[in-house]
């Protein structure tokens, strides 16, 4: 993984860098046709294909009562990028500085003098600089004096419409990942570190691995069907993941909590991660252990089949 963050912009001297840039959240199919058109034309130029980012997402600094929730962390964008074909992934930090250059300073400093781009490949809503005043149009200006050139790519549409960050966002609060699936080109996922827990799905006959889960934003709460992977083999493991406060025992801290089937094993301590398929249904109370049983049981037996398929 080559995730480099840079502590402010300063020269990377990387051999003809064809490059695109922006949040890149989710590393969604929209965002996977930039990434095909720089490794593409990376490799027609001999060049080097880079993905500059920004940490944090911009309306952490500009607006961070109204910042959305991230899909990823930067160390998944970067994984999931470098999968693609992606040489470097650069990590840089948004700050209100650099928020007030003016579209001209901010190709120069980052385009030019930071990245030394030789192309610049951008969407049609790409938008930069203060106020976000800069665009395409901008962008071909600018090129031929700052020594890059640009290159248009079309938008990526779903079911007749845009594929977005937002979208995804929304159907995960929807609880409907199948079709986060769809935009995402891939099974949504998230990491997280298992940590102890209070014993309750042992108790039930069904242990669980309680997970501190790394990503801001997880699908709505309930119970779904998921492809699991402990670090450091990274195995797929058919789950069943409950997202929820578990309220048959009263309503607690929400918690993500993984069995894994037919597995044995101690996976405390290690870093896990959890694809999701399909909601099996949504968190309920019950009106007692025995009940609860008896429904997970019924969640097994659905996410099995959900995960037989192809």
Known sequence: M??????????????????????FDGVHRGHQALVAKIVEEARVRGGTPVVLTFDPHPARVLSPDRAPRALMTVEQKAEVLTSLGVERVVALPFTLELSRKSPEEFAAIVLRDTVGAGLVAVGPDFRFGRERTGGLETLKRLGPRLGFAIELVPGVLH????????????????????????????????????????????????????????????????????WCRAAP???????????????????????????????????????????????????????????????????IAAARRVLEKP
Not at 11 to 16: H, K, S
Not at 163 to 186: F, H, P, Q
Not at 195 to 207: D, I, K, N, Y
């Open 233 to 299: 083999d990274g195995g797929a493991i058919r789950g069943v993941v409950n997202i929820g406060n578990r309220p048959t025992f009263g309503e607690g801290q929400s918690t993500v909590e993984a069995h894994l089937l037919d597995f044995e094993g101690d996976l405390y301590g290690r870093s896990l991660r959890v694809e999701f398929a399909a909601r099996l249904r949504e968190e309920r109370k019950f009106p007692d252990a025995s009940a609860l049983a008896r429904q997970i049981g019924q969640d």
């Open 159 to 226: 079911a007749g419409a845009p594929i977005s960050s937002t979208r995804i966002r929304d159907c995960l609060a929807a609880g409907d990942v199948g079709e986060a699936a769809a935009l995402l080109g891939r099974r949504f996922f998230v990491d997280g570190h298992v940590v102890g827990g209070e014993g309750r799905g042992r108790s039930l006959g069904v242990p669980t691995a309680n997970l501190d889960v790394v990503n801001e934003q997880l699908p709505a709460r309930g119970v779904y069907a998921c």
């Open 2 to 23: 080559a995730l480099v963050r840079l502590r402010a912009p300063g020269p990377l001297g990387w051999p003809r860098p064809v490059l695109t840039l922006g949040n």
